[in-house]
């Protein structure tokens, strides 16, 4: 099994993927947005891999960081939850934001996740309860950027705004800034939208 690529960054594509070089072998490996966009070509990269093997197909997943890696992990074993929907938490939430909806018991952060209604993310966080703590993440990490979502999501909602609108400009966003800055780029990032 793969646990680690260090190597070359050849190639990112629309699909969410890079190629990556590590001694002559290029491996294409699926990772986040926000991932994605700070691996540029020509550089030097190190990911942290979870190798899924499935009865049809072998995939890569690079994670930036080991907190992410283990928090994908923690989110596969959860009941209805594939590789897809463990990136796009991911992708939407970092693992101590994500640690903190959980302790705050915040479905709704979870439902800005796409492909997360109401009813899934209730039975996720039943079980990442138990499961999703913050020893297991990086202790340098701070836990605060779940409640600053969940202030701005409110916020958007009280000046009218409806909720695909919001969850697609929380996606766009940060989610470890504070709720101010978060507010302030929301705010921007919706007004350029509509006009």
Partial sequence: MIGSLRGEVLDRNLDVT?????AGVGYIVTVTERTLAELEP?????LYIHHHVTETAETLFGFRAK??????????????????????????????ALVDIVANNDV???TLVSGIGKKTAERMMVE?????????????????GGSAVAEVREALAGLGYGS????DVLRDL???????????????????KRA
């Fill in 108 to 110: 709704a952060a979870l």
């Fill in 128 to 144: 990442l309860r138990d499961r999703l703590s913050l020893p297991m993440l990086d202790s340098a990490s701070t836990a605060s």
């Fill in 67 to 96: 907190d992410e890696r283990i928090t994908f992990q923690t989110l596969i074993k959860t009941n209805g939850v594939g590789p897809s929907i463990a990136m796009a938490v991911l992708a939407t939430h970092p693992p101590t």
């Fill in 164 to 167: 695909d609108e919001i969850r």
């Fill in 42 to 46: 020509g550089t030097d990269t190190f």
């Fill in 18 to 22: 890079v190629l990556i070089e590590v």
């Fill in 174 to 192: 940060p989610s470890d800034a504070s709720s101010a800055v978060l507010l302030r780029d929301a705010l921007k990032s919706l007004g350029a």
